[in-house]
């Protein structure tokens, strides 16, 4: 059965957020990285500063995770308070990932079309039409 966990964007202070809720709800970070840690790629070159904003952390809590990152500059504009919260969502294959995401992006807009991707999930995003931000993500070899 796929699951559900919050993401939410931030405007430069992911990491110092992050930190302050693993101070309330305790536990370890399951993952942290980094937009330097990325694969090069075309396009505009990031600042040491945006290097070292984090591209996704994860926060386990009870049996779900709270996800985030931080979004800002040339590279990933389009922060908006109200606009930075998304729910991730995990099915359980690429086949089911396939059928939410067509579902959910049918009527609303597809942002990032499902794929292989570096860190070896299947992934995708979309917005559906009632504006609510999604993002599908298969782990192919769950840790």
């Not at 070292?52 to 040339?74: C, F, Q, W």
Request: glycine residues 12%.
């Amino acid at each position: 059965m796929a699951h559900i966990n919050p993401y939410i964007t931030f405007n430069g202070n992911c990491e110092e957020a992050f930190n302050f809720y693993k101070s309330i709800f305790g536990g370890e970070f399951g993952f942290v990285g980094r937009f330097k840690d990325m694969p090069p790629q075309e396009g505009p070159t990031m600042s040491e500063a945006d290097g070292n904003k984090i591209m996704h952390i994860s926060l386990p809590i009870g049996y779900t995770a709270l996800m985030g990152s931080d979004t800002g500059g040339e590279w990933a504009s389009g922060h908006t308070v109200g606009n930075n919260i998304t729910i991730s969502l995990n099915p359980d294959s690429e086949e089911e990932a396939d059928r939410i995401y067509s579902a959910l992006s049918a009527g609303g807009n597809a942002t990032m079309p499902m794929a292989d991707t570096f860190w070896g999930d299947y992934f995708g995003m979309c917005t559906d039409r009632f504006s609510i931000n999604w993002m599908i993500s298969f782990h192919k070899n769950p840790q």
